[in-house]
């Protein structure tokens, strides 16, 4: 459920990977990205918003990818941002709608001089 970190990763991992975006364990990674490959994604649990007693709960969660060029990095990520920002009930067991807090386009360089890209998400659901 919404409660559970790594459901909600192994979820938005399974979906990424079903459209296209990467391989899980091979360019798509849950929590931690490996050195390499040089150019992949990877998915980390933020934590997120929730008021005691309101059952509305904001699970966050950002999206990095890392390329080795800048344009196919964009081109990537802006992939990544169609498949998750404003969309509904695309995860097999959690339901809600997630909704980018930033747009694609801003990076910056990893100690390797690797362009990374991050994107971040709130997922809206009322899943205990």
């Known amino acids: 459920m919404a409660k559970d970190p790594q459901l909600l990763l192994v979820e938005l991992g399974t979906y990424l990977q079903t459209s296209g975006v990467g391989t899980l364990g091979i360019n798509l990674f849950l929590e931690t990205m490996p050195g390499s490959p040089q150019t992949g994604t990877?998915?980390?649990?933020?934590?997120?918003?929730?008021?005691?007693?309101?059952?509305?709960?904001?699970?966050?969660?950002?999206?990095?990818?890392?390329?080795t060029r800048v344009n196919s990095g964009l081109a990537t990520v802006k992939t990544i941002h169609g498949l998750l920002d404003n969309v509904w009930n695309v995860l097999p067991t959690i339901t809600g709608r997630i909704v980018a807090a930033s747009?694609?386009?801003?990076?910056?360089?990893?100690?390797?001089?690797?362009?990374?890209?991050?994107?971040n998400y709130n997922l809206v659901t009322t899943a205990p």
Not at 45 to 60: D, L, V
Not at 110 to 116: E, I, K, Q, R, T
């Open 42 to 67: 990877v998915i980390v649990h933020t934590g997120g918003f929730h008021q005691p007693g309101n059952p509305t709960r904001f699970p966050s969660f950002t999206v990095q990818h890392r390329n």
């Open 103 to 119: 747009e694609p386009g801003a990076s910056f360089n990893d100690a390797n001089g690797h362009s990374v890209f991050p994107l």
